[in-house]
């Protein structure tokens, strides 16, 4: 009789609790979380969501995953790029699911099997000071950077983590990774300023520290939702061009989940149509890769532009050694500090002029003494 009490109780406690969703999140937490409370109110579903530093949230949400797999916490990794997603699937981390939602998603950013799915997209765009430069006399393509003729005009990110480090394993991953030191070796002796993110980037543009620079389409928006002078230029349109890379959030499911179908449920919700258009309309203005969806007009979809065509498995490729590549380019820079080509160096030369000061006054007193 006991005994059935006890498990007429646990049946009730059971039915009590509430389903739950471990959600990692490296995307921008103020972009998600209004998504995240719909798909609360939506379903009944809670989500217990986690993130990471600012700097390097995507890199060290994905060293954990990897940390934990075999017994991982997370149910789902709404990741904000996808080369990083694609790591994962090469390591057996993640467990295919396609989701109905995903049907009308351009097949250059999904996975065949549905071990990751791409959703609205961030443009590496050039950005311009409107009271600094004329937008018609900007740089156009990304190549520009290196140019003599923009010479100490443009800043950018580190490509050391974030969708920098993405763009850099793209270029890796198109041109080779010869190829792709060079141009940003070129770019640093060019004068490009490197920023520690494609936030601060973006602030030394609408500040008139720069003219232009290369940064993210969400970036660039919420500096003009803030009153800057700015304007977009998508890099990179011409008849000969690449295209601009678009760099899409991705949404997977984790193998071993602990609750794979509440994880479902979210991918799902993520993936609606209605999710892209939240993102379109938000401060982040991210780009619909849904055909038709609705969107202001400061925002373009994916149909509006000219795309560079990515091989994101060589991309996942170039991801494994560009971190060490481009440190050692940058090797000696202060990590949370702009570099830029030709730094100034008269602080270390102060220092050594004042250690070899005191070096000549002991000399001389010692001899004295003697």
């Not at 190549?143 to 850099?168: E, I, N, Q, Y």
């Not at 919420?222 to 295209?243: C, E, F, H, N, T």
């Given at each position: 009789?006991r005994?059935?009490?006890f498990m007429?109780?646990?049946?009730?406690?059971?039915?009590g609790q509430?389903?739950v969703?471990?959600?990692?999140?490296?995307?921008?937490?103020?972009?998600?979380?209004?998504?995240?409370k719909?798909?609360e109110?939506?379903t009944?579903?809670?989500?217990?969501a986690?993130s990471d530093?600012?700097?390097?949230?995507?890199?060290g949400?994905v060293?954990?995953?990897?940390?934990?797999?075999?017994?991982?916490r997370?149910d789902v990794?709404w990741?904000?790029e996808t080369g990083?997603?694609i790591?994962?699937?090469k390591?057996g981390?993640?467990a295919?699911?396609v989701?109905?939602n995903?049907?009308?998603?351009?097949?250059?950013f999904?996975?065949?099997?549905?071990?990751?799915?791409?959703?609205?997209?961030r443009?590496?765009?050039?950005?311009?000071?409107?009271q600094a430069?004329?937008?018609?006399?900007?740089?156009?393509?990304?190549?520009d950077?290196?140019d003599?003729?923009?010479?100490?005009?443009?800043?950018?990110s580190?490509?050391?983590?974030?969708?920098?480090?993405t763009?850099?394993?793209?270029?890796?991953?198109?041109n080779?990774?010869?190829?792709?030191?060079k141009?940003f070796?070129?770019?640093?002796?060019n004068?490009t300023?490197?920023?520690?993110?494609?936030?601060?980037?973006?602030?030394e543009v609408?500040d008139g520290?720069?003219?232009f620079g290369?940064?993210d389409?969400?970036?660039?928006?919420?500096?003009r939702l803030?009153?800057k002078?700015?304007?977009?230029?998508?890099p990179?349109?011409g008849?000969?061009?690449?295209g601009v890379?678009l760099?899409?959030?991705t949404?997977?499911?984790m193998?071993?989940?602990?609750?794979?179908?509440?994880a479902?449920?979210?991918?799902d919700?993520?993936?609606?149509?209605?999710?892209?258009?939240?993102?379109?309309?938000g401060?982040?203005?991210q780009i619909p890769?849904?055909?038709?969806?609705?969107k202001?007009p400061?925002?373009?979809?994916?149909?509006?532009?000219k795309?560079?065509?990515v091989?994101w498995n060589?991309?996942?490729?170039?991801l494994e050694?560009?971190?060490?590549d481009?440190?050692?380019?940058f090797?000696g820079t202060?990590?949370?500090?702009?570099?830029s080509g030709?730094?100034?160096r008269?602080p270390?030369?102060?220092?050594?002029?004042?250690?070899?000061?005191?070096c000549?006054?002991l000399?001389?007193?010692r001899?004295?003494r003697?």
């Amino acid at each position: 009789m006991r005994t059935l009490l006890f498990m007429a109780l646990a049946a009730v406690m059971a039915l009590g609790q509430s389903r739950v969703v471990t959600v990692y999140v490296s995307t921008d937490f103020e972009h998600a979380e209004p998504i995240l409370k719909e798909f609360e109110k939506a379903t009944g579903i809670k989500v217990e969501a986690v993130s990471d530093t600012e700097d390097n949230k995507t890199v060290g949400l994905v060293n954990r995953l990897i940390a934990e797999a075999g017994a991982t916490r997370a149910d789902v990794f709404w990741n904000n790029e996808t080369g990083q997603a694609i790591r994962l699937a090469k390591k057996g981390i993640l467990a295919p699911y396609v989701s109905a939602n995903a049907a009308t998603i351009p097949a250059g950013f999904k996975d065949p099997s549905g071990l990751w799915t791409g959703f609205g997209a961030r443009g590496r765009i050039l950005v311009v000071n409107t009271q600094a430069a004329d937008p018609k006399s900007a740089p156009s393509r990304v190549a520009d950077l290196a140019d003599p003729k923009w010479r100490g005009t443009c800043v950018m990110s580190k490509p050391l983590f974030g969708t920098t480090l993405t763009h850099a394993a793209v270029l890796a991953s198109t041109n080779g990774k010869d190829a792709m030191l060079k141009w940003f070796k070129s770019a640093l002796e060019n004068g490009t300023r490197f920023e520690k993110g494609n936030a601060p980037a973006m602030k030394e543009v609408s500040d008139g520290g720069r003219p232009f620079g290369l940064t993210d389409t969400d970036d660039a928006h919420a500096a003009r939702l803030d009153g800057k002078s700015i304007a977009v230029i998508y890099p990179d349109q011409g008849k000969d061009d690449p295209g601009v890379l678009l760099i899409p959030n991705t949404v997977m499911l984790m193998k071993g989940a602990p609750h794979p179908e509440e994880a479902k449920a979210f991918i799902d919700f993520v993936l609606r149509p209605e999710t892209e258009r939240a993102l379109a309309d938000g401060r982040s203005a991210q780009i619909p890769l849904h055909p038709g969806v609705a969107k202001p007009p400061h925002v373009k979809g994916y149909e509006d532009l000219k795309v560079m065509a990515v091989d994101w498995n060589r991309v996942a490729d170039a991801l494994e050694g560009a971190p060490d590549d481009l440190g050692r380019l940058f090797i000696g820079t202060n990590p949370n500090e702009a570099v830029s080509g030709g730094a100034d160096r008269t602080p270390t030369y102060i220092l050594a002029g004042v250690i070899a000061l005191v070096c000549v006054v002991l000399i001389a007193k010692r001899r004295a003494r003697a």
